[in-house]
C-alpha cells in the first residue's frame, strides 16, 4: 500500500478478489472479535479511496473469466482475467 501511495506501483483488485481474502482470513481466525471483523471489511473502500488516483477497482472483467485456462487452480480465473 505505502508503495502504492508514492506512486511506485499500481494496485489493481476486484470486489471478487477483496471478498474472497475476507472470507480466508475470518475462516482462518473465526476468535476474531466483532469490532475487528467490521474494521476488515471496511478495508477494501478505505484502500480504493486512498488509490482512487490509480482507479485501482476493476471492473467489466467477467467476460474474459471464461477466455483463460489451464490454471493451476482454475478459480483463480477471475484474477487473471481482472
Known amino acids: ?8 506501483v499500481r494496485l489493481c ?9 475476507i ?3 475470518l475462516q482462518a481466525y473465526p476468535n476474531t472479535p466483532p469490532d475487528w ?3 476488515i471489511r471496511s478495508l477494501p473502500s478505505k484502500m480504493a479511496l486512498a488509490l482512487e488516483f490509480q482507479e485501482p ?3 467489466g472483467y467477467e467476460p474474459w473469466n471464461l477466455q483463460v ?3 493451476p487452480d482454475p478459480k483463480d480465473a477471475h484474477v487473471v482475467a481482472a
Not at 500500500?1 to 511506485?8: D, Q, R
Not at 483488485?13 to 481474502?21: I, T
Request: hydrophobic share 45%.
Open 1 to 8: 500500500m505505502h508503495l502504492a501511495l508514492e506512486g511506485l
Open 13 to 21: 483488485w476486484s470486489q471478487q478478489v477483496q471478498d474472497e481474502w
Open 23 to 25: 472470507a480466508a482470513y
Open 37 to 39: 471483523k467490521e474494521h
Open 57 to 59: 477497482v476493476v471492473e
Open 69 to 71: 485456462q489451464n490454471l
